[in-house]
C-alpha cells in the first residue's frame, strides 16, 4: 500500500440539521478535531510563546514590580525600602487623592455619559433620517467630521484648545469681545471655577465620535424595513429609535459605555497638556497624580501605590460591566 494510500480519509457521521437524517463527511486520516495533518495538539503551545512572552515582559512583570513599590519608599535612587502598608495608609487619607477621584467622576459624565447619549442621538439621526432623506455620502461625511477629533494626539488636540482658551488673545475671549459680550471673557482654564467645566466640554468635543462610528456600524445590521414598517404604522423618529435602535445596538451600548469608562477614569494627555491638575487640585486625576509623585516629587512607590490603585478601580469596574452585561442578555434569552 503506497503512502498516499495510508492517509486516507476517514468518515465521520454526523447528523443532518436540515432533514434530520444522517450523512457522511470525509476528513483526512490525521485531521480529526481540526488539527493540521501530522500536527499534535501540544505543538500549538509553541505559536503562543511570543505573544505570552511579550505579555510577560510588557505587562506582568511591570505590573508585579508595580505592586512590590507600594509597599517600599523608593526615590528612584537607593535600592527600594521596605516598609509595608504605610503607603497604601497614607493614601487612604490622602485629600488630594480623594479629589483626584472626584474629578475623575467629573471626567466621566464627560466622557461617558454625555457622549454616549448624544452618540446615540446623532447616530439615530444620521441613520434614520439624513442617510434615508439625502443619501449615505451625507451622513458617511458627518460621521467622518464627528470622529475627527478621535485621531488627532491627544496632546496636539489640547494645545490647540489651549490656544483658543488664553485669556489675553484667546479664539474665545476675542469672539465673546467681538459681539459684545466682553464681560463674559475669563481665564477659562487658569481659574478653579472654570477649569474644570471647561475641560469637562473639550472632552465631551474629543470624545463624541467615537460611539458615533460605533453605533452606526452597529445600524447596520438592522432590517431597514422594521423602520419602514414602523413608519406606515405612524411610530414617529423618537418612537422608533425607543423600539427599534436602542433594543438592536444595546451590546454596542455595552462596549462603548466600558471602553469610554475606562479611558476617563486613566486620562491623562489633555490634563497634563491643558491644565497640569491645576489650578490648585482643581482638574487632578489619578493618573495625572501618580505621575506627579513619580517623576517630579520623586515619590517612586507612592506614585506605585496611586497606580495601583487606579488598576484595581478599573478592573473591578470592568468585571461589574461584563456581569451586568451577561445578566442581561441572559434575561433577555429567558424571555
Not at 142 to 155: F, H
Not at 201 to 226: C, H, K, N, S
Not at 244 to 256: A, D, K, N
Request: net charge neutral; proline share 5%.
Amino acid at each position: 500500500m503506497s503512502a498516499l494510500d495510508t492517509r486516507a480519509a476517514t468518515t465521520i457521521e454526523a447528523t443532518d440539521a436540515a432533514g434530520g437524517g444522517r450523512r457522511s463527511r470525509r476528513r483526512p486520516a490525521g485531521t480529526e478535531d481540526g488539527l493540521i495533518p501530522g500536527a499534535r495538539r501540544s505543538t500549538y503551545w509553541l505559536y503562543l510563546v511570543p505573544g505570552l512572552a511579550l505579555l510577560a515582559v510588557i505587562v506582568v512583570v511591570p505590573l508585579v514590580w508595580n505592586v512590590y513599590l507600594t509597599f517600599t519608599e523608593y526615590r528612584g535612587i537607593r535600592p527600594p525600602e521596605w516598609i509595608g502598608l504605610e503607603n497604601w495608609v497614607e493614601l487612604m487619607g490622602d485629600r488630594v487623592f480623594w479629589t483626584s477621584f472626584g474629578n475623575s467622576i467629573a471626567m466621566i459624565l464627560a466622557m461617558v455619559i454625555v457622549p454616549t447619549l448624544l452618540g446615540l442621538l446623532l447616530a439615530a439621526m444620521l441613520f434614520d433620517l439624513i442617510g434615508r432623506k439625502f443619501g449615505g455620502k451625507l451622513a458617511s461625511f458627518l460621521r467622518a467630521t464627528y470622529y475627527l477629533p478621535q485621531i488627532l494626539p491627544a496632546v496636539i488636540a489640547a494645545i490647540v484648545i489651549g490656544w483658543i482658551l488664553r485669556p489675553q488673545n484667546g479664539a474665545l475671549n476675542q469672539v465673546l469681545e467681538a459681539i459684545g459680550l466682553g464681560e463674559l471673557q475669563h481665564n477659562w482654564l487658569g481659574s478653579p471655577d472654570t477649569a474644570l467645566p471647561s475641560l469637562m466640554v473639550i472632552m465631551v468635543w474629543v470624545q463624541l465620535g467615537y460611539p458615533i462610528v460605533i453605533f452606526m456600524a452597529a445600524l447596520q445590521r438592522v432590517d431597514p424595513e422594521l423602520y419602514e414598517a414602523a413608519e406606515l404604522d405612524g411610530a414617529n423618529w423618537f418612537q422608533r429609535f425607543r423600539a427599534i435602535t436602542l433594543g438592536m445596538i444595546r451590546p454596542e451600548i455595552f462596549v462603548v459605555t466600558l471602553t469610554c469608562t475606562i479611558a476617563a477614569l486613566k486620562v491623562f494627555g489633555p490634563v497634563y497638556a491643558l491644565t497640569g491638575g491645576g489650578p490648585g487640585t482643581s482638574t487632578i486625576v489619578p493618573a495625572y497624580y501618580a505621575y506627579s509623585e513619580f517623576f517630579q516629587s520623586q515619590q517612586v512607590g507612592y506614585g506605585a501605590t496611586i497606580a495601583t490603585a487606579l488598576t484595581v478601580v478599573i478592573a473591578a469596574v470592568s468585571v461589574l460591566f461584563i456581569l451586568a452585561q451577561h445578566r442581561m442578555e441572559k434575561k433577555e434569552a429567558e424571555r
